[in-house]
Structures are given as C-alpha cells and as structure tokens.
C-alpha cells in the first residue's frame, strides 16, 4: 500500500497602475463625487480619469483602470494506491 499526498501554494499578486493616476476628474469636467469613488474603494488619495467603452448601441464599461488583486490557492492531491501479488 502506498500513499501518496502532494500539497501545493500558489499566489498571484497583480497590481496594474493607470497613467491617469493622480489626475483630477473635475479637471476635465467630471462630476466632484468621482474624486470620493476611491476612497469609498478604500484607495484614500488615488484619483483616475475614468475610461468609458462604447459599442454601439450601449455603454460596455466604466472603470478608473485602477486594478489590485490578491489569488491564493492550495492544493492538496492524495492517491492511494494497492498492488496485490507480484507480476
């Protein structure tokens, strides 16, 4: 009889940072409660121009392009394995 457990870590840190960071949204015409969006995100002090995406009929996408990201996994991967009588 043989058990085999194998267990694995993996993390993933992402962190992409917009050239528009720091750049006031009001500036260019923006309404004043975008400059609150990153402290109700808890990024006190970052303020984006935000991109907007648009397909035609609709708009697709709002976003500050800001993106902070955090992927842990763990694994764990047993076999057990019986051999009976010799070949």
Excluded: C, E, H, K
Excluded at 12 to 21: C, D, K, V
Excluded at 60 to 79: A, E, H, I, M, R
């Amino acid at each position: 009889m043989i058990l085999d457990v194998r267990a694995g870590f993996t993390r993933w840190f992402y962190n992409r940072i917009p050239g528009t960071l720091g750049q006031n949204g009001t500036a260019v015409g923006l309404p004043s409660y975008f400059n609150q969006i990153a402290t109700l995100n808890g990024l006190a002090g970052s303020t984006t121009i935000p991109q907007i995406n648009i397909s035609s009929p609709t708009i697709n996408q709002v976003s500050t392009g800001y993106l902070l990201g955090v992927d842990n996994t763990y694994t764990l991967s047993p076999t057990f394995n019986v051999r009976r009588g010799v070949p």
